[in-house]
């Protein structure tokens, strides 16, 4: 059955008058009476009892016309949420971001596959350490996070997906003593203060460090700082050691690395997010788990 002999039938059904019904479609009614008998022969049943003075719907008739009524009303729904949904899509998405290189590529790709998939929708990226996006997350000041997954016990009330994982290294600067060794153990770090983002800034960056430090057995200095570009004119300078993504140091000059040789040092970049909305889940969907890492 087509939507055209469904417009007839329904017309025919709330008019109960194949004239009235042909005029409302704008159609003659010899066209309208052919799409009814179609129906019926598709069917294979009658719809409509006919006489001199009136037509009625048979109980099959009156059955079909109240089903094709909540279809009809259904479709319309459903052809209203498409359009609402496209309406949206050009629109702007607010990303707040951690500090550091482990996201600049992943942000850059971001926003290169937003361009091509979805120019009418603009990315605003805010970056800032893990307490100022999450509060940004918080006031609605941002549509979306993305952090680190220790931060996830303040957050967890929250929606969230893994974005990607990566193993964790510590990582030194080019004027350290240890670049001057051949090879480096992780027992040679243990002369060294560990540079940490201050409880303040993150408690989760702060536990995860504790954390890592127990399981790798290191008793250690903490140098607590209140702001990742701080930490790392520091650390450039030669001074301790930082946790960072494996070949975070390949894109900053100046640095080396020590990979955790462990499988289970690995750490993940999480996007977090509010409300539910068709924007925000189109670009969660089809876009942000799309980007290739």
């Not at 037509?55 to 279809?71: F, P």
């Not at 960072?244 to 640095?255: A, I, R």
């Amino acid at each position: 059955m087509k939507l055209t002999q469904i417009e007839c039938f329904l017309a025919a059904a709330e008019k109960l008058n194949f004239t009235a019904a042909a005029k409302a479609l704008f159609i003659s009614q010899p066209a309208l009476s052919k799409q009814i008998r179609l129906i019926e022969e598709e069917l294979g049943v009658k719809l409509f009892n006919r006489s001199k003075k009136k037509v009625m719907l048979t109980e099959a008739g009156q059955s079909l016309k109240n089903d094709l009524e909540l279809i009809l009303k259904d479709l319309e729904k459903a052809v209203e949420k498409a359009k609402s949904i496209g309406k949206k899509r050009d629109g702007v998405v607010r990303i707040g971001c951690f500090q550091g290189a482990a996201i600049d590529e992943f942000i850059y790709l971001l926003s290169l596959q937003n361009k091509l998939k979805f120019p009418q929708t603009n990315l605003v990226f805010h970056r800032g350490v893990f307490r100022e996006i999450r509060e940004a997350l918080i006031n609605n000041t941002v549509d979306i996070i993305l952090t680190l997954d220790f931060e996830m016990p303040e957050l967890y009330t929250f929606n969230s997906k893994i974005i990607f994982t990566e193993k964790t290294a510590l990582v030194y600067s080019e004027k350290s003593p240890l670049a001057a060794k051949d090879t480096v153990t992780i027992d040679d770090f243990s002369e060294l203060p560990l540079l940490v983002l201050s409880p303040e800034v993150s408690r989760g960056a702060y536990n995860y460090a504790l954390s890592l430090l127990k399981n790798l057995g290191l008793h250690h200095q903490l140098e607590l700082y209140d702001s990742w570009e701080t930490l790392l004119t520091y650390l450039k300078m030669g001074h301790g050691f930082a946790i960072m993504f494996e070949n975070v140091c390949e894109k900053m000059v100046g640095l080396k690395q020590y990979v955790l040789p462990r499988p289970e040092f690995t750490c993940s970049v999480v996007a977090v997010w509010k409300n539910d909305s068709p924007l925000i889940s189109d670009f969660i969907d089809n876009l942000l788990l799309s980007v290739d890492n």
